[in-house]
């Protein structure tokens, strides 16, 4: 099983099939260490490691009689024709006398067994590492690996042999529900996608429009069922997925996302996490770092680029130059060669890139809470009466009695996302890119700010404080927050989402709301680092909707996948003293 037969990133690597042949990005040759005097060979077993399952195993070795140390990787996306000698990247790594394992997931590649996504990871690559660790020939292991190839690496964290000396990993979170939900709301643009492309060998791709890829799966109701009624087949451990909404709910609490969720906690070894401002696994990749002991902390490593998921830097506007100055592919290579062939003491450091600086900015930790807030206040005035825009104000005692605005949300025609952290499938507008224009749809709320007097760098997670009632018995509400430059084109930083099922605690249990009630809403976008410039202008979008990026809301209680109908819903978003509609921005 694969993902969409588009892009690979594997140990960050750039994976393209071309013909049936997968093809890795090699190393800059320039910047390797010299080759060691050896000659390289090549080993393609299917063996039992231990567990009664033979697993296809390639490595690419150094030539010697001397004990070296090997990194390994363990993967699902291989096919069974790959053979090592096509992919340059690990001889490089053999010719400077490192040896790379790479293990094809149980089902897939070529080893056997049935495949079920994220269960046998913990018991195979147990296997596979006590296996390497028996081995007179080698003194030394590193474990990496991107996307679910990273799961594999912090799936075994806790219970590595004693030669296993680091990590490197990539964009893989530690808590699935983080990855999964947003108040009660799924990430359908990853995982419905992802379930899909997954589902069975050969893959058919079931839609026709590339910028519209999954949207009719995705609309389908009720979502339980779309694995029959769309595809043809069940897919058990889909519905798992898409049923179990709540965080309280034992599902993510038992079996294998307990077991990831508790491993961090547990980890002895240094460990480089690296992860991105647009990955949709950014928030869980940060938690797997922050959740590290202080002793392993204080040798470890975070790494958070302004990229996504393919390592594809955005936003571009700013024309950045030193974003490619943390080149991952490299990285990794001289943290392996530093710790397992040079033998040197691992450090700590945090490495952010600031967007809009354009630089990489060493941290002791972050993000950090903040206590300093540029805090904007929303207003019901139009600004010399101009259509679809509304004021924003620093100044809380502007703010009218009984002032409100209304809009209509209708769950068919929803808010399609135009960039977004969290976004995959959809790779035209993942990450940060241009908006459409103020007034561009009726079911937005519009505000822009005036030109800022100085720099302001945002550097943490943007907080909205929203009052609404609405006429239906659960709803969502969504902001943007992007930047406006001085000819008007806007790009989006940072959105939030909630629901009134879940309003200010998306990790509680859920909530009854009252029809007409005006409820106090408190939700945070994921944490950023970015720089507005003199002149920019801030500008929010408030609606209801950001579909795929999130799931559509029926405007029905309950649990979103198993709705069979929507209903129209009318907002009102309050913004009078008593109920001070505003957004709160962290600055450095």
């Known amino acids: 099983m694969r993902l969409r037969n588009t892009i690979f990133f594997v140990l960050g690597f750039l994976l393209l099939p071309l013909n049936g042949t997968a093809q890795v990005k090699p190393l800059n040759e320039a910047l390797l260490p010299a080759k060691a005097s050896f000659q390289v060979h090549y080993v393609d077993t299917l063996m039992d490691f231990g567990n009664g399952i033979k697993m296809r195993t390639q490595m690419c070795l150094p030539n010697t009689d001397k004990p070296f140390p090997v990194v390994v990787m363990r993967i699902p996306y291989f096919p069974e024709s790959l053979k090592l000698s096509?992919?340059?990247?690990?001889?490089?790594?053999?010719?400077?006398?490192?040896?790379?394992?790479?293990?094809?997931?149980?089902?897939?590649?070529?080893?056997?067994?049935?495949?079920?996504?994220?269960?046998?990871?913990?018991?195979?690559?147990?296997?596979?590492?006590?296996?390497?660790?028996?081995?007179?020939?080698?003194?030394?292991?590193?474990?990496?690996?991107?996307?679910?190839?990273?799961?594999?690496?912090?799936?075994?964290?806790?219970?590595?042999?004693?030669?296993?000396?680091?990590?490197?990993?990539?964009?893989?979170?530690?808590?699935?529900?983080?990855?999964?939900?947003?108040?009660?709301?799924?990430?359908?643009?990853?995982?419905?996608?992802?379930?899909?492309?997954?589902?069975?060998?050969?893959?058919?791709?079931?839609?026709?429009?590339?910028?519209?890829?999954?949207?009719?799966?995705?609309?389908?109701?009720?979502?339980?069922?779309?694995?029959?009624?769309?595809?043809?087949?069940?897919?058990?451990?889909?519905?798992?997925?898409?049923?179990?909404?709540?965080?309280?709910?034992?599902?993510?609490?038992?079996?294998?996302?307990?077991?990831?969720?508790?491993?961090?906690?547990?980890?002895?070894?240094?460990?480089?996490?690296?992860?991105?401002?647009?990955?949709?696994h950014n928030e869980g990749t940060i938690l797997g770092y922050t959740m590290l002991p202080p002793e392993t902390k204080a040798k470890s490593r975070l790494i958070v680029g302004s990229w996504n998921h393919s390592f594809e830097t955005t936003p571009t506007v700013h024309q950045p130059v030193h974003d490619k100055e943390m080149d991952i592919d490299m990285d990794c290579f001289n943290y392996m060669y530093s710790l397992l062939l040079k033998g040197e003491n691992p450090k700590h450091e945090v490495l952010v890139y600031s967007i809009g600086e354009d630089k990489w900015l060493n941290m002791e930790d972050w993000p950090v809470d903040k206590n300093k807030y540029l805090t904007y206040y929303f207003m019901a005035q139009h600004p010399q009466n101009v259509k679809n825009r509304y004021l924003l104000t620093k100044d809380v005692k502007q703010l009218k009695k009984d002032a409100c605005l209304e809009y209509v949300y209708n769950p068919d025609d929803p808010v399609i996302s135009v960039g977004g952290e969290t976004l995959f499938t959809s790779e035209k507008t993942r990450g940060s890119r241009p908006q459409p224009e103020i007034g561009y749809r009726n079911d937005i709320l519009f505000y822009q700010s005036l030109p800022m007097e100085e720099d302001v760098t945002i550097d943490g997670k943007i907080k909205a404080v929203m009052y609404m009632s609405t006429d239906v018995d659960d709803t969502a509400l969504t902001f943007k927050v992007s930047e406006v430059f001085p000819d008007?084109?806007?790009?989006?930083?940072?959105?939030?989402?909630?629901?009134?099922?879940?309003?200010?605690?998306?990790?509680?249990?859920?909530?009854?709301?009252t029809p007409g009630e005006i409820v106090e809403l408190n939700f945070e976008a994921l944490p950023i680092l970015w720089k507005i410039k003199k002149g920019n202008r801030i500008r929010i979008d408030i609606s209801s909707s950001n579909f795929p990026e999130y799931s559509v809301h029926s405007n029905y209680a309950g649990v979103w996948s198993k709705q069979i109908r929507n209903k129209v819903a009318h907002q009102k978003i309050y913004m009078d003293p008593k109920h001070p509609s505003r957004i709160m921005i962290p600055l450095r």
């Open 86 to 280: 096509m992919l340059p990247i690990f001889k490089q790594y053999a010719e400077r006398g490192m040896g790379y394992v790479l293990q094809h997931c149980r089902g897939t590649g070529g080893s056997q067994g049935q495949y079920q996504p994220n269960i046998y990871e913990r018991e195979d690559g147990l296997a596979l590492v006590n296996w390497l660790n028996a081995q007179p020939w080698v003194n030394g292991i590193g474990l990496t690996g991107t996307s679910y190839m990273g799961l594999t690496c912090w799936i075994i964290a806790d219970m590595l042999p004693e030669k296993v000396k680091c990590i490197h990993l990539h964009h893989y979170g530690v808590d699935r529900h983080l990855s999964a939900y947003n108040s009660g709301l799924f990430r359908q643009d990853i995982l419905t996608a992802w379930a899909i492309d997954n589902a069975k060998e050969p893959i058919s791709k079931p839609f026709k429009d590339p910028d519209a890829p999954y949207y009719e799966q995705e609309q389908h109701m009720p979502q339980e069922t779309m694995d029959v009624d769309r595809l043809g087949y069940e897919l058990p451990w889909y519905r798992d997925w898409i049923t179990h909404t709540d965080y309280t709910d034992p599902y993510w609490h038992e079996g294998v996302w307990e077991t990831l969720r508790s491993i961090p906690a547990k980890i002895k070894v240094p460990i480089t996490v690296v992860a991105g401002h647009f990955d949709h």
């Open 488 to 513: 008007g084109t806007a790009y989006n930083i940072r959105s939030g989402i909630t629901t009134l099922a879940f309003r200010n605690n998306r990790l509680g249990a859920r909530q009854k709301y």
